[in-house]
């Protein structure tokens, strides 16, 4: 497998795009790209791609191009997606269901194996197949299973608290969609994922944008 | 107004954080802040803010601190949320009844006016008031009514059409959670919440902090 740790950060942050890219030409059976064609595609520069891929090791040979099975995986392995991830999401509300119900989470090895929620009218319906339990049954659930990966839609209100059992309980990894910073040891993996932070940019670049093209 | 053009990128970036503290302690009633108060519960340094918020023209005095409401419309204003967005949702499965079920998102001004789907069985829906209208209905609803903002929660094989299709009909910006990036002219916002990606980043900073620590 290929070094990650020589890999610049800058270089990591693209991954997950060039992984996209690359599985859509696989769907496409793609066998093999020019960095020039992928670049036409990505709308980044040939040079950029030939730069970034080359952390990668020998492939993109001059005149064939990259080999676009090998490089997926490759980037797969590097983004820890040929292990399999045990997932569990906590808020059963409509965000928790809709992540709960992406198969192609599951495709890249993060298997869900439990849904929980604080409302009773939700005990037991499924999702894809799993039943969605109490909260209050959480800690037992976390002793008796493997869990790596937590997603927390809850209400901001409940995702500290929930956030310290998990992190007792050993799950190492939060994918946080509450809209707090959670305070988490150096060992746990936090991304956040704040919707309202994204709108606000949107809605941000929108009132620029009109400000300089109604001063012009 | 503050001037927001003179304010840099980095700086931009990080407003909506702002906002989101400056909003905390607004409903906590808190009428100033240190510098060094907000540093402690923000995790970034004293130094760091007061540079940030310098920006922002004269306050943050010695020995008073921030006006936390007077910051807080001050930014408010910058990113935009001063006025009044028009928008809708395209795709009302679980993803997108639950942007449209976001209150915050309405008392920032982003206000849902119409939700739409290729679904049947969800026409006349009511999602907050608003009832589901089927996909075919957008371009006349387009041209009777104001839409600023779109928000893309369909699969991705429909979004490249439909942000045309928008385009065309003069919406300015799209929020997009489709994985797929829209190919859109220079006078568009885009703005893109690509969660398999998000996760991704997750699970290979979970590896790399494996693989540095077993390592070791």
């Known amino acids: 497998m290929v070094e990650a740790k020589e890999i ?22 793609v066998e093999r790209i020019s960095s020039n064609d992928l670049s036409k595609k ?18 993109g040979q001059q005149g064939y191009g990259y080999n676009v099975k090998y490089l997926y995986t490759e980037i797969g392995k590097i983004l820890g997606l040929d292990t399999r991830h045990p997932m569990i999401i906590l808020g059963a509300g409509n965000l928790g269901q809709a992540l709960a119900n992406y198969v192609d989470f599951e495709k ?20 894809r197949g799993i039943e969605i339990q109490m909260l209050s049954e959480l800690p037992l659930f976390l002793k008796e ?8 839609t809850l209400p901001k209100n409940r995702a500290r608290e929930m956030a310290d059992m998990l992190i007792e309980n050993g799950v190492k990894a939060i994918w ?13 993996i936090v991304e956040n994922v704040h919707l309202s932070e994204s709108l606000m940019t949107l809605s941000y670049n929108l009132s620029q944008y009109r400000q300089e ?3 012009k």
């Open 8 to 29: 610049s950060r800058a270089v990591i942050k693209r991954l997950p795009r060039y992984y996209r890219y690359l599985g859509e030409l696989l769907e496409e059976n």
């Open 42 to 59: 990505m709308k980044v520069t040939a040079s950029q791609i030939r730069q970034d891929l080359n952390n990668f090791g020998g492939f």
């Open 108 to 127: 890249r090895g993060f298997k869900l194996v439990g849904i929980f929620d604080v409302n009773p009218v939700l005990e037991g319906i499924a999702v």
């Open 145 to 152: 299973h493997l869990v790596e990966i937590a997603v927390l």
């Open 176 to 188: 946080n969609f509450a809209h707090v910073d959670l305070d988490t040891p150096d060992d746990v």
């Open 213 to 215: 093209h109604v001063e």
